[in-house]
């Protein structure tokens, strides 16, 4: 088996909710972003000047399309949502404070961790083959990628509204 060559991928948290805010577990529970979700949208703009995104791609939760809706109108691009680039599904855990989910094991009534990274990968290797992608979507899926990529990055907080560039190896085999 060969992997196809790497490609490089821009992706962005979205802006900040008031769950952020106040700490508790977000997963795929859809709320709004608040003023200062608002606010981080907003300022992110100028930074999109110079990274030549061509194509823009977001999760379907409120959120992530609240923050591409400020780029699509930045940049004059349409926004394409993928299914798949969905926060994890932390089952009893959403809602709560960060510290009371045990991260060690697969949540109650939610999504086990291959199953994320399994859809992730589908979701990444689909845009990867887009011209010069920005990608809308969550941490968790931002950690992911990186840690794929083996970037440092991925210990690190994942800011709100920030363009990181990962590279990303496509997981489809070519023909030797």
């Not at 900040?16 to 200062?36: F, H, I, K, R, Y």
């Not at 979700?37 to 000047?49: N, R, Y």
């Not at 992911?144 to 590279?167: F, T, W």
């Amino acid at each position: 088996m060969r992997y196809q060559p790497r490609r490089r991928i821009l992706l962005m948290r979205h802006g900040q909710t008031s769950w952020n805010e106040a700490g508790l577990v977000m997963g795929q529970t859809d709320l709004p972003m608040s003023e200062s979700g608002f606010q981080q949208a907003e300022a992110m703009i100028t930074e999109l000047d110079s990274l030549e995104v061509r194509t823009l791609f977001s999760s379907a939760l409120f959120r992530c399309q609240q923050t591409a809706e400020f780029v699509s109108r930045a940049l004059d691009l349409p926004i394409t949502f993928v299914p798949g680039l969905e926060e994890r599904c932390w089952g009893i855990y959403e809602g709560r404070h960060h510290t009371e989910r045990d991260t060690t094991v697969d949540p109650p009534e939610g999504e086990t961790l291959s199953q994320f990274q399994d859809r992730i990968a589908v979701a990444l290797d689909l845009i990867s083959a887009s011209d010069r992608p920005l990608v809308v979507t969550h941490s968790g899926v931002i950690r992911y990628a990186l840690e794929k990529a083996e970037s440092d990055k991925s210990r690190r907080r994942i800011p709100h509204a920030k363009p990181i560039l990962v590279p990303w190896e496509l997981r489809t085999v070519t023909a030797s």
